[in-house]
C-alpha cells in the first residue's frame, strides 16, 4: 500500500483533496467509516503539510520571552 499510495501524495488531486478534508468535505463522517487506504492517505498527507511548513519560533515559551522582553524595553526607554 504505502508504494501505491506515496507517489499520488505528491500530486495536485491529491493535495486538492486533502484541502477539501480539512476544510470539511470530509472522506467519511467520522473516522472508524475511513477505509485502511483512505485513513494512511489523509496521515501522509498532514506528514507531508508538517513537513513543508517552515518551523515557528511562536511557541509559547518564546512568546512568553519576546512579551518579557518588549515590557523590559518599554521600561527602559
Not at 491529491?14 to 477539501?20: D, G, P, T, Y
Not at 463522517?29 to 485513513?39: A, E, G, K, S, Y
Not at 509559547?60 to 518588549?70: D, G, Y
Request: cysteine-free; hydrophobic content about 25%.
Amino acid at each position: 500500500m504505502k508504494k501505491r499510495l506515496n507517489p499520488f501524495v505528491e500530486t495536485r488531486r491529491a493535495n486538492e483533496i486533502f484541502i477539501l478534508d480539512q476544510q470539511g468535505y470530509k472522506l467519511a463522517t467520522n473516522q472508524q467509516d475511513l477505509t485502511p487506504l483512505q485513513r494512511r492517505f489523509l496521515i501522509l498527507m498532514q506528514q507531508k503539510q508538517n513537513r513543508e511548513q517552515p518551523k515557528s519560533n511562536d511557541s509559547p515559551n518564546n512568546l512568553k520571552k519576546q512579551l518579557k522582553q518588549k515590557v523590559k524595553q518599554r521600561r527602559e526607554g
